[in-house]
């Protein structure tokens, strides 16, 4: 059984940072994993895709969060990350750490203005 489980999220003023942290365990290997990801949703929206780092190291991110977060991974710990500066309002939503089918449950990020 495979658990991810986020943790970091919180409130923060717009234009601070926040760094969210996803810890997994059963057998996935963040490292090994084809892609690892992290979504959000905000109330009363779709979940949407904001960050993935695949098996070689590769990054992406849609250009609504490009260049204001980072995502990266311990591999040793098993481990994923992601790094958000520049928050704004809009960034309000819980967020979700995913590996191909399995989601952790997320955590409530809250920019306030």
């Known amino acids: 059984q495979v658990q991810l489980v986020e943790s970091g999220g919180g409130l923060v003023q717009a234009g601070g940072s926040l760094t969210l942290a996803c810890a997994a365990s059963g057998r996935t290997s963040i490292a090994s994993a084809y892609a690892m990801r992290w979504f959000r949703q905000a109330p009363g929206k779709e979940r949407e895709w904001v960050a993935q780092m695949l098996t070689s190291g590769s990054t992406y991110y849609p250009d609504s969060v490009k260049g204001r977060f980072t995502i990266s991974r311990d591999n040793a710990n098993n481990r994923l990350f992601l790094q958000m500066n520049s928050l704004q309002p809009e960034d309000t939503a819980v967020y979700y750490c995913?590996?191909?089918?399995?989601w952790g449950l997320g955590t409530q990020v809250t920019v306030s203005s």
């Open positions: 995913n590996e191909d089918t399995d």
